[in-house]
C-alpha cells in the first residue's frame, strides 16, 4: 500500500503507518495542483490536512485510491461526491480537534476583548499606551453560539464556567442538549438581537455559506463582537468588513478565511480585527491525535476492517458491525442471485428484513444486496462507497424495511427485484449464525448454498422433469452437486435449484429447458 502525505501532520501518525507491514509513505507537501494530478496516480491513500484541495479533477487521476484521510474536521476542501461516485472512501479524525479548536475559540474571544494582539505589538514597538487599550470583560455578556456541535459544545460548557450566558442555535440539536450543555436553544434572529459575542462552528457548506451577511449584521447589537474559528466563508467578509467600518460590529476574531491565506484583504487593515493563520487545531496534543486517528482508519480500510470515521458509507461501532457481519455475504450473494435470475432493466431493489436482525442497524446489509446485484449488472468496480450512488446513477430505487412478521426463521431477508418486465422475490437466512441459505424463490420454500454455480428452473411438477434435467447436464459432463425443489401443490408449480460443479453454456440451459419441458431457466454464478 502506497500512501501519500501532503499536508504537515505528526509524526505519531506516520510512525504508525511505517510500522504497517507492507506500507509505503511518501511525505510531499506543497504539491502544486499539477503536481498532485500527476502524484496521485499511483497512490492507494491520500492524507491531507486544510491545504490541500482534492478536487474531482485529482480524484478523476487517481487510479489506485482507496482512502483520502483528513487528519482533522472539515473535508470543504474535498470533493466528497466524487470521491464516493469513484468508491474512495472518505473518512476524518472527528474528535481529535476538538478542545484545540474550542481552546483557540476562547483564547480569541479574550484576546479581543483585551486588545491583547494591539497592545502586545504597541509595547514591542516601543509605547506604553494603557489607556488606548482599554477592553471590556466578558462576565455577564451573551455568547450566541452558531453551531453546537463538538466544538460549539466545549465553548458553550467553558462561557458558562466564565459566567457568560449562551443562546445556541443549531438545527440538528435538541434543546435538552443544548440545556445539559449550559445553553438555551433558540432562533438566529434571538442571537443576532441579544448576542455580545457571537462564534460560529458550523460546517462550510452551501446551507452555512455567507449565513452571517449585510441582512444578519443589520439585525444584530451594535457593539457586538464576532469570532470565526470554524471556517471562511460561513460569514460574508465583504459584509463584515462594512460592519466593522460602520461600527456595528465593534470587533472581530478571526482564525480562518475564504481565501487562505487572506493575502490582500481590507479586514487585516483594520486595528478592531484580530487574526491567526488557521490555527485552531495546532496544538501538539490535538496533532498527535488526528494523525494517529487517521493512520488508524487507513490502515483499517486496507485490512477490510470498519474505516469508523467514513464519511460516505455507514458508520457503525465494531460491537454492531461484529452482529451484522454474518449478514453481508448472504446479502451479497442475495444481490447477485436475485440479478441473475430476471429478465429486464433493474427499477427497484426492495430488502425487507425480519426476525432478529430487525435489532440490528442494517444499513451495511441493504448496500451489501445493492453491490452484488450490481456487481452482477455493472460488471464494473462497485463497492461499499458507491454501491447506492451507482444505483441512483442508473435509476435504480432502494426501498428498506423491517417486517414485525417473524415467520419460520430466526432471521430472514426478502429481496425483491422489480424490472420494466417482472418482479422476483429471493429469500435467505443464515443457520447458526454462519450458514448461509436461499430458502425461498417467490413463495416457494427451498433451501440451497449460495455458491459456485447454480441452475433455477421454473416447471411443472411432473414425473421425468428431474430426470429430463439430469440427463442433459450429464450428457454435457456437468456434475451436479446438491439440489432442492418447492413446489406450491403435487404436480403444481415448481422450483428446483441446482448446485452444480461446473460452469453451464447457455445451450446446455436452452437444451435443458426442451428435453425436461421447463417454461423456464437461469444459470446463477455466485
Ligand atoms: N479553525 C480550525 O482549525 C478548525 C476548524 N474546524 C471547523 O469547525 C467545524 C465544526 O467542527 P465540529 O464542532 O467538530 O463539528 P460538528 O459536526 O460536531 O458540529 C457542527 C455543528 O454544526 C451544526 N450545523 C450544521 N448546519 C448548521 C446550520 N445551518 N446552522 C447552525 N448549525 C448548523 C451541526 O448540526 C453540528 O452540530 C468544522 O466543520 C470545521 O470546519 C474544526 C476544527 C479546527
Ligand atoms: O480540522 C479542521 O477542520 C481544521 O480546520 C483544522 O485544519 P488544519 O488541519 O489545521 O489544516
Redesign the pocket.
Same mark, same amino acid.
Given at each position: 500500500m502506497k500512501v501519500l502525505i501532503t499536508d504537515p501532520i505528526s509524526d505519531e501518525g506516520i510512525k504508525i503507518l511505517k510500522a504497517e507491514p507492507g506500507v509505503q509513505v511518501d511525505v510531499e507537501t506543497k504539491l502544486t495542483k499539477e503536481q498532485l494530478i500527476e502524484k496521485i496516480k499511483d497512490y492507494d491513500a491520500l492524507i491531507i490536512r486544510s491545504e490541500t484541495q482534492v478536487t474531482k479533477e485529482v480524484i478523476d487521476a487517481a487510479q489506485h485510491l482507496k482512502i483520502i484521510g483528513r487528519a482533522? #474536521?472539515?473535508i470543504?476542501n474535498v470533493d466528497v461526491p466524487a470521491a464516493t461516485e469513484k468508491g474512495i472512501i472518505v473518512a476524518n479524525a %472527528?474528535e481529535g480537534?476538538?478542545i484545540?479548536?474550542c481552546e483557540?475559540t476562547l483564547a480569541m474571544m479574550f484576546a479581543m476583548s483585551r486588545n491583547i494582539p494591539q497592545a502586545n505589538a504597541s509595547l514591542k514597538g516601543g509605547k506604553w499606551e494603557r489607556s488606548k487599550f482599554m477592553g471590556v470583560e466578558v462576565m455577564g455578556k451573551t455568547l450566541g453560539v452558531?453551531?453546537?456541535?463538538?466544538?460549539?459544545g466545549e465553548v458553550t460548557k467553558r462561557a458558562r464556567c466564565m459566567g457568560m450566558e449562551v443562546l445556541a442555535?443549531?438545527?440538528?440539536?435538541t434543546p435538552e442538549r443544548a440545556k445539559d450543555l449550559g445553553a438555551r436553544l433558540t432562533t438566529l434572529d434571538e442571537i443576532y438581537e441579544k448576542a455580545d459575542y457571537i462564534t460560529v462552528?458550523? %460546517?462550510?457548506?452551501p446551507?452555512?455559506r455567507h449565513?452571517i451577511s449585510t441582512p444578519q449584521f443589520e439585525k444584530m447589537k451594535k457593539g457586538v463582537r464576532i469570532i470565526n474559528?470554524?471556517?471562511g466563508g460561513i460569514i460574508d467578509e465583504a459584509a463584515l468588513l462594512e460592519a466593522l467600518k460602520s461600527g456595528k460590529v465593534a470587533g472581530a476574531a478571526l482564525? #480562518?478565511f475564504e481565501k487562505e491565506p487572506p493575502v490582500g484583504s481590507p479586514l487585516l487593515e483594520l486595528p478592531n480585527v484580530i487574526v491567526t493563520p488557521?490555527?485552531?487545531?495546532s496544538t501538539k496534543e490535538a496533532q498527535i491525535s488526528v494523525a494517529t486517528i487517521i493512520a488508524e482508519q487507513v490502515i483499517n480500510a486496507f485490512k477490510g476492517l470498519p474505516v469508523t470515521t467514513a464519511l460516505n458509507i455507514p458508520v457503525m461501532k465494531p460491537e454492531a458491525m461484529e452482529k451484522i457481519k454474518p449478514y453481508l455475504p448472504l446479502a451479497e450473494s442475495l444481490g447477485k442471485f436475485a440479478a441473475q435470475v430476471v429478465d429486464g432493466r433493474i427499477k427497484e431493489i426492495d430488502v425487507t428484513y425480519s426476525g432478529e436482525i430487525t435489532q440490528k442497524d442494517v444499513s451495511l446489509v441493504t448496500i451489501a444486496v445493492v453491490k452484488g446485484m450490481l456487481d452482477v449488472k455493472k460488471g464494473e468496480l462497485v463497492n461499499y462507497v458507491n454501491a447506492k450512488a451507482v444505483a441512483k446513477e442508473y435509476g435504480i430505487n432502494i426501498v428498506e424495511s423491517k417486517s414485525g412478521e417473524v415467520g419460520d426463521y430466526t432471521n430472514l431477508i426478502t429481496v425483491t427485484v422489480k424490472t420494466d418486465s417482472m418482479q422476483r422475490r429471493v429469500q435467505g437466512t443464515i443457520f447458526g449464525n454462519k450458514d448461509a441459505r436461499i430458502v425461498g424463490i417467490d413463495g416457494y420454500r427451498i433451501e440451497a448454498i449460495p455458491a459456485g454455480y447454480m441452475i433455477v428452473t421454473m416447471h411443472k411438477d411432473r414425473p421425468g422433469v428431474i430426470g429430463n434435467v439430469g440427463t442433459v447436464l450429464g450428457k454435457n459432463d456437468i456434475n451436479i452437486a446438491g439440489m432442492t425443489v418447492g413446489r406450491e401443490a403435487v404436480r403444481g408449480e415448481a422450483i428446483m435449484i441446482l448446485n452444480v460443479d461446473d460452469a453451464v453454456p447457455q445451450p446446455v440451459l436452452k437444451e435443458m429447458i426442451e428435453k425436461a419441458g421447463l417454461y423456464d431457466a437461469y444459470y446463477v454464478k455466485l
Open positions: 482533522g #474536521v472539515g470543504d %472527528p480537534n476538538t484545540a479548536a483557540h452558531i453551531g453546537l456541535g463538538r466544538i460549539g442555535y443549531d438545527p440538528f440539536t462552528h458550523t %460546517p462550510l457548506i446551507s452555512t449565513m474559528c470554524a471556517r482564525d #480562518v488557521h490555527l485552531g487545531a
